[in-house]
Structure formats: structure tokens, C-alpha cells
């Protein structure tokens, strides 16, 4: 069974803060993503990497960047948290290699910034 | 601009009743549609899916319609538990990337016992 784990169920963070969301999977899967899900937006993509050391911008990709140094292992930042950014962060992965397969996703680590 | 439109925030159904849930689409390009449900505290999983080229997957109490004509696909569950209960999204793809996955805003499933 495919296993995302994201590090972290809850943080929080002060404005200003750099604050890192870690997520490693463990099915060698070359893509990676970031959404953020909030009441009433549903889940937005914020970025992705098809493999190691790439990465493209998803929809909201303002405020935060990301590092995929290895293939199991995608990392969000925020330079400097801001309270707009209080929000469910949900990682995944999946692959290409199978036309259409679903991606899987981490529990998610609930973010608040104060 | 929502390519992928689900406009019920939020259903109730009765247990053992059927739960229909909908969602609307306005890129012509997209190939790929599925249904993941999420509990609370928990992430997304993968329920069920549907090629442009069927109206009709099945598998076991959940089948997707897609009308390709009306850009409108819709999720059965029949009949309807109580562990339903979860927030169900909608996502549409196209060209077999999972970078164009986009997905709805989510309809909340209330199945009262």
C-alpha cells in the first residue's frame, strides 16, 4: 500500500516565521504535489515536481517554494508565514507511468499561523 | 474561473437511500474524471473514476455517470451508510498528466442513520 507521510499533524507558527512541511512517500513515485485545502475553495495546487530537483508552479504559488533534493521526499516553504496562509496543507504523490492513476495523499498537517 | 464546478456545498440523505452527488465541468479538454472522498483529519482517497470515452463505471455501491454532451458527471451510492458520511471531491484531467488534475470544491455527506 502506497504511504505519503507528511511529518507534522499540526503546527503553529508566528507571523514571519519560515516554517518547512516535510513529506516523504514510499512507492518511488516521480510526482509530487502540495495543495492547500480550505473551507469553501476545496483543494488547490500550489506545487508540484515531476522529479527530483524540478518543480512548477501550481495555482497559488505566491508565498511559498518548494525543495525536492530526493525522490521520496517533497518540502514546502514559507519564507514568511503570513495568517493568510492558516490552512490544511495536504501532500501527494503518483506517477505517470500508469495512464491515469489516482494520486495519494497524506493526512495533511493543519497549519495556523498567529 | 472553476473548470470543475460541484455547486452543493452540503447533502443529507437517509441510510440506505441513494446519494447523488454532482459536478459540472467547462474545459472540453479534460479526459479523465474521479471521485475521492475525505474524512475529517484525514487526506483524500481515491474512490472511483471514469474515462471520456465510457458514461458509465461501476463498482460496487458507487457508480459514476459522466454526459459528456452536458459536461455534467454525477456519483451514486446505493445504498447510502452512515460511513459515507465524508466530504466528496470531484477532479477532471486531461492528456494523462496528473499536473492537470483539477479539482471541485467539495459537497459535505451527511447519511443520517
Known amino acids: 500500500d502506497v504511504k505519503v507521510t507528511q511529518s507534522s499533524r499540526y503546527l503553529v507558527k508566528r507571523t514571519g516565521e519560515k516554517v518547512f512541511l516535510e513529506c516523504v512517500q514510499d512507492m518511488d513515485h516521480e510526482n509530487m504535489f502540495w495543495y492547500r485545502q480550505d473551507p469553501g475553495l476545496g483543494l488547490r495546487l500550489i506545487y508540484f515536481?515531476?522529479?527530483?530537483?524540478?518543480?512548477e508552479k501550481g495555482d497559488i504559488p505566491e508565498g511559498y517554494s518548494v525543495s525536492r533534493e530526493k525522490k521520496e521526499r517533497f518540502s514546502l516553504i514559507l519564507e514568511s508565514a503570513s495568517t493568510n496562509q492558516t490552512s490544511m496543507y495536504l501532500c501527494a504523490s503518483g506517477t505517470d507511468g500508469s495512464y491515469n492513476s489516482p494520486l495519494h495523499f497524506g493526512n495533511g498537517t493543519r497549519l495556523t499561523v498567529t | 474561473d472553476q473548470q470543475v464546478k460541484q455547486n452543493s456545498p452540503s447533502l443529507s440523505v437517509q441510510e440506505g437511500r441513494i446519494s447523488i452527488l454532482n459536478c459540472d465541468y467547462t474545459n472540453s479538454m479534460f479526459d479523465y474524471f474521479l471521485w475521492y472522498k475525505k474524512y475529517p483529519a484525514e487526506g483524500p482517497t481515491f474512490l472511483i473514476s471514469i474515462s471520456s470515452i465510457k458514461d458509465k463505471n461501476e463498482d460496487g455501491r458507487f457508480t459514476v455517470f459522466l454526459n459528456k454532451s452536458a459536461k455534467h458527471l454525477s456519483l451514486h451510492i446505493v445504498p447510502s451508510q452512515p460511513g459515507d458520511s465524508a466530504v466528496y471531491f470531484c477532479?477532471?484531467?486531461?492528456?494523462?498528466?496528473?499536473?492537470?488534475?483539477?479539482f471541485g470544491k467539495g459537497t459535505k455527506l451527511s447519511v443520517k442513520p
Open positions: 515536481s515531476y522529479d527530483v530537483k524540478m518543480k
Open positions: 477532479a477532471a484531467s486531461w492528456g494523462g498528466s496528473q499536473g492537470n488534475l483539477i
